[in-house]
């Protein structure tokens, strides 16, 4: 939601869809509504995951935006990358700019995201831009195709 107000505030036509039910905050999520959205040029946010259990917000992202065929998932977080291991507890972690789905999902100190959503984004060739949300700009790079964070592809 607080997405949605920057958005709007700065003349961005966005809708914000949940497929949690949220009505006073969100649309209801369907992917007509959605596509409606898009094609009118609107910013898609679906909020929320997607409702089921067993399904983290990170599977549930990979899952929305190969429904709406979307180019790229964009996983906003408060490290500015993926690192070789956990670099809140090792100080010569090494920060990766690329990185292979393989080795992503093979890796077991790459915890970023779930391994079964990079398991689904690497079978549908999705590549995830993982970076720091909180770097002022890193949104607006990210999503005009600078590099930012860390690709996984």
């Known amino acids: 939601m607080a ?4 958005f709007e505030a700065h003349d961005i036509r966005t809708r914000c869809l949940s497929n949690i039910f949220a009505d006073q905050v ?5 992917f007509r509504r959605a596509e ?6 609107r910013v898609v946010i ?5 409702g089921r259990p067993y399904f983290t917000h990170d599977t549930a992202a990979v899952n929305v935006a190969l429904e709406l065929e979307c180019q790229v998932v964009f996983k906003a977080t408060k490290v500015d990358g993926v690192y070789d291991k ?3 507890k090792h100080p010569d972690a090494k920060k990766l700019d690329k990185l292979s789905y393989q ?4 890796n077991p100190d790459i915890k970023v995201m779930d391994k079964a959503a990079m398991g689904l984004a690497m079978e549908q ?6 970076f720091d949300t909180m770097q002022p700009g890193n949104l607006l790079r990210a999503v005009s195709g600078q590099a930012v964070g860390t690709t996984i592809s």
């Open 36 to 41: 409606k959205h898009l094609q009118k040029g």
């Open 46 to 50: 679906v909020a929320g995951g997607i």
């Open 26 to 30: 969100a649309e209801m999520y369907s």
């Open 3 to 6: 997405l949605t107000d920057i």
């Open 103 to 106: 080795k992503a999902v093979e």
């Open 86 to 88: 956990d670099p809140a």
């Open 125 to 130: 060739h999705m590549p995830l831009v993982v």
